[in-house]
């Protein structure tokens, strides 16, 4: 759910563990100062926190379930957190105004991962999704005009890493906005495997006909900038 001044972009996503290398491949190279803190399981402080400078070794040292990435590129690692090795330089004390450098961070990307999992028999491939969220009246002119930019370099990022998810629900209706990696709409393709997103299946259906709708929004987001 939103709140006034929230500026919220979030899309769903199918990625295999080689379509999420590449989109944070594009990410650095348009944000080479960007890391990655890896989501670590149980509750805040029983395991070190890490500052990545890939989202696979993000992944790998945490849960798997998601990685996220601080806003400015190369703000400051939050208290706690250990920088590995590698991570850019930016990420100290000095700080540069126009880039963010060093301070701390004013949204969070968030990069859930899609899984496969058994249901009812079959193996489907749950969304995941890109998503970031940040308050203008907190961030500032400044920092949201940064966020803004940022933002959007990520998504054109992920755009360029990933092709439209051309699907159907079991109502034959084709649903808009959604992406896929080539790695999974390869194993998608070749399996017939059902995609759910949030408990909505659907099925991968290229040149499909059928009337088009717009994907809603992820539960607990809003549509945002794009």
């Given at each position: 759910?939103?709140y006034?001044g929230?500026?919220?972009t ?5 990625l295999?563990?080689e379509?999420e290398a ?6 650095a190279?348009?944000?080479?100062e ?7 399981p149980?509750p ?5 926190v890490h500052l ?7 992944l ?8 996220l990435l601080?806003?400015?590129?190369g703000?400051?690692a939050?208290?706690?957190?250990v920088?590995?090795d590698?991570?850019?330089t930016g990420h ?6 126009d880039?963010?450098?060093g ?7 968030q990069?859930?991962c899609?899984r ?5 028999g079959e193996e ?5 999704r890109?998503a970031?969220?940040w308050?203008e ?17 990520i998504?054109?990022a992920l755009?360029?890493?990933?092709r ?5 629900t ?5 649903v ?6 080539p790695?999974?709409?390869?194993l998608v393709?070749?399996?017939?495997m ?10 991968l ?6 009337r ?5 929004p ?8 794009t």
């Amino acid at each position: 759910m939103s709140y006034p001044g929230s500026r919220t972009t979030t899309t769903t996503v199918w990625l295999l563990p080689e379509d999420e290398a590449v989109v944070g491949e594009r990410i650095a190279e348009a944000l080479p100062e960007a890391a990655w803190l890896c989501s670590q399981p149980g509750p805040v402080g029983l395991h070190q926190v890490h500052l990545h400078p890939s989202v696979t070794e993000a992944l790998i040292c945490g849960s798997g379930v998601q990685a996220l990435l601080p806003l400015p590129a190369g703000a400051a690692a939050p208290p706690g957190v250990v920088a590995a090795d590698g991570v850019p330089t930016g990420h100290g004390p000095d700080h540069d105004p126009d880039h963010g450098s060093g301070h701390g961070s004013a949204a969070v990307v968030q990069l859930l991962c899609a899984r496969r999992v058994r249901e009812d028999g079959e193996e489907v491939f749950r969304a995941g999704r890109l998503a970031v969220r940040w308050s203008e009246p907190e961030a500032g002119p400044a920092t949201h005009r940064l966020l803004t930019e940022q933002t959007r370099l990520i998504w054109r990022a992920l755009r360029s890493a990933t092709r439209p998810a051309h699907v159907v629900t079991a109502g034959g209706q084709r649903v808009s906005g959604l992406r896929i990696g080539p790695a999974a709409r390869d194993l998608v393709s070749a399996t017939g495997m059902a995609l759910d997103r949030w408990g909505g299946r659907l099925r991968l259906a290229d040149g499909a006909g059928g009337r088009s709708v717009p994907s809603p929004p992820a539960p607990g987001t809003s549509p945002g900038l794009t």
